[in-house]
């Protein structure tokens, strides 16, 4: 039965008598549960979250909670003020992201506007490589390889400190931001450029003020994702970064983002009952809260800033 | 092309300097990707080599860094990976195929499923593992063996399964689906026996790309305990430890053989991973097709 | 089916040297998991774990839930500690700490920052402290000698349950003040000092010896593991396992650097297991 389906200038086969094929629409009632799975998935993680959380809130007030700054959830005096993780999650967010955005940025135009094609099909796949390297391994490097060094060059770095997990992790999100502004240059039209060009502009101007200001939708949510996945990260921080929830701003510190405050805590029990153990359903809710926000503004975005080319 | 005068007035010793420092920037910017790539690998390598040898494939970590090895833990890897692979590509193929052959977007709830999934693969991968924990491990009573961890990856990576198979299915143009309706074959006809052989390469391609992601993820597993010592085979409903765990457990510890065990055991997950990668590549070049 | 073990992470390493031990003399698989104490127990009285390696012993509202959820269990010592508080290796002002002076460091209304707020000879160099997380009976034990009361600690410092990071943390500070199992240091002794501790007769260095006559107070502690009796009378294993861990513990506790019990205390022990499955 394909009644709302047709395509328009389909030649239609007249059978005499109309038939349901059973087989198409078992066929489609299954791929229709596959594609349920997912629906699932964020069921499940929703409901995951939430119920330990909700009990989490009865106890510990969300205000407290969302402004205390002592995070000491599992002391005798225990206190669950959440903004020193939110503090480390975001520093090291933002020092990946001055890593990542204009490095990112700086390899898309190389690729999308200077680069010629041999180059670019070589450079490619080796981006994707760096993309692709474990998290765990990059965690390693960062302590074994780049604290030392900055230690070598003057900067009084602590042994587990945000800059060093930082400047791996922002070099790792050099790949996304490169490869999703690239789409996004790359989907302007010649036009534009020859237009630029004709008017007597150089390369360097053709591509700054007039590519990227068209592709900025692109450019903008490749920025976001990236930094999303900064927000998102857990190994390279806490095998790096340490687990000191303070508040600083000082990035030779040692400090806790949410995620290694649930990696360390979650590592292999979370027994039903005790308010220490909830503080991971409400640090992992928050966390969810967080990107999942950042992927919607995100799609607002880029739907606000598209320009359309047809 | 000659420089008129033109409304963008620069003159053009200021224009020359400009643009070698904007090129000295993006060359900049990509020394510092690839020139970390290289250190990065080195250095793996460099430390790591004492440690690579068979002993690493063969014998069970140990207390004692000179005897041990990561057996257990490349099996488990290995074990993941299949397991990954078979549930989330017919999984995540056909949530593909609904979603781009037989769902009207005009529906509430197809809408809802295209949103979510795109929602999913911005969910940071340590939150797949307390959903695991809560339902997977706990809530089916499955415990912490090899099954779990895998059910818990191929959530992660289901996602990214289905954009990249939409994309190959949505490249695949129209007339070959419209040629096949005008031969009165059913949708389904048209499904399996045009669209997704045509589309083959791209969803292989990012399903490679997803299971080499899947195999280096260690957050998930963390959560669901990975146990720290294992020292025999794993089995599907077995308990486990997997590769980037061990790693991470061995970089943890302050002796400096267990250090180079953890460099070890990064070369054999950065080959697996980067040969996967390789692979992804090579299928995605070789059968690029033109319509 | 293999024989389970989580908890402590200071027991940890004695456990799974057993388990190697174990392995290579014919024995069955055995897990071993550093969940920390109390997560060990946790899954213990959920009746997760075979055996429950633990730094303290188990506390009155934890065996109230083994109770509840009829797990029963026998208590048996494996090892002796000698707590040890480290520094790093550059560390060449200080050699002994009294008491009181850890209490004013790891006190919960603590805010020393400084050496020299420990003692005016200190030179002025930034404390960081490294430390055992609240799921650790190291963090137990230590807080109940210490400060008086198990829990009660500054909570200002880089916690974690597993040593290891401890270790990692001191080794690579000047300033660094940590506390952990002795195996701990001993395995670290490049790149870590030990302090002597003045319980009040004085300043005595960890040590084997110190820790068996118990002169080294307050932080010397037995380590326990918890066997399941229904593991022990269900699972031959279970049995053979700990009765081989027991009887070769000397053996063990040299290989994995704990101290070793003498053998009238394994002795003891083992009439404890024997008693518990007959």
Sequence with gaps: MTSAHVPVGQAVTVLPRKRIRWGEVGVQALLFLAATVSVLTTVGIVLSLVLPATEFFREVSPWDFLTGTTWAPLFLDAQFGVVPLIVGTLMISFWSSLVAFPLGLGVAIYLSEYARDRVTRVLKPILEILAAIPTVVLGYFALTFVTPLLRDLGLDVEIFNALSASLVLGVMLIPTVASLSEDAMAAVPRDLRDGGYALGADKLQVSTRVVVPAAISGIIAAFVLAFSRAVGETMIVLIAAGQLAQITFDPRETIATMTAFIGATGNGDIPTGSIEYKTIFAVGLTLFVMTLVMNLVSIRLVRRYREVYE | MTTLDAPIQMGRQRRVWRNRLFQGAMLFAMLVAFGTLAVLLVDTVVTGWPELDRQLFTEPPSTVAEEGGGRPAILATLYLGFLVLFMSVPIGVATAVYLEEYANRERWYNRLIEVNIQNLAAVPSIVYGILGLAFIVRGIGLGRVVLAGALILTLVVLPTVVVASREAIRAVPDSIRQGAYALGATKWQVVWRQVLPAAIPGMATGSILALSRAVGETAPLIMVGAVVYVAFDPTILGAYTALPVQIFNWTKQPDPTFQTLAAAGAIVLLVIVLSMNALAIFVRNRYRKRW | ?278
């Design chain 3, 1 to 278: 089916m293999s024989v389970t073990a989580d908890g402590s992470s200071t027991v940890g390493p004695f456990t799974t040297k057993a388990a190697e031990d174990w392995k290579a003399a014919g024995g069955s698989d055995v897990t071993v998991g550093i969940s920390g104490t109390g997560g060990g127990f946790e899954r213990f009285c959920a009746g997760e774990t075979d055996i429950s390696n633990a730094s303290r012993p188990i506390k009155d509202d934890e065996a109230e839930i083994c109770e509840q959820n009829g797990v029963e269990y026998v208590e048996l010592r494996v090892a002796i500690d000698a707590l040890t508080n480290v520094v790093n290796i550059e560390n060449d002002w200080v050699d002994c700490l009294t008491v009181d002076q850890l209490s004013v460091i790891w006190g919960p209304r603590s805010t020393v920052k400084s050496w020299k707020q420990v003692d005016p000879s200190f030179p002025d160099v930034r404390l960081r402290l490294y430390g055992a997380g609240t799921d650790s009976g190291t963090f137990d034990y230590f807080t109940e000698a210490i400060n008086g009361e198990s829990g009660a600690s500054r909570s200002d410092y880089s916690a974690t349950e597993d040593d290891n990071v401890t270790v990692q943390g001191v080794a690579g500070d000047r300033g660094a003040l940590g506390y952990f199992g002795f195996s701990y240091f001993e395995q670290n002794q490049s790149t870590l000092k030990a302090l002597e501790v003045d319980g009040g007769d004085g300043c005595v260095a960890p040590s084997v010896d110190a820790a068996q006559d118990g002169s080294y107070t307050p932080l010397s502690r037995p380590l326990f593991i918890y066997v399941k009796r229904s593991s022990l009378e269900e699972k031959e294993d279970v049995r053979d396992f700990v009765r081989f861990a027991l009887e070769k513990q000397q053996t063990i506790a040299q290989e994995a650097l704990f101290v070793p019990m003498s053998r009238e205390q394994i002795d003891e022990q083992l009439a404890k297991l024997e008693s518990a499955t007959s």
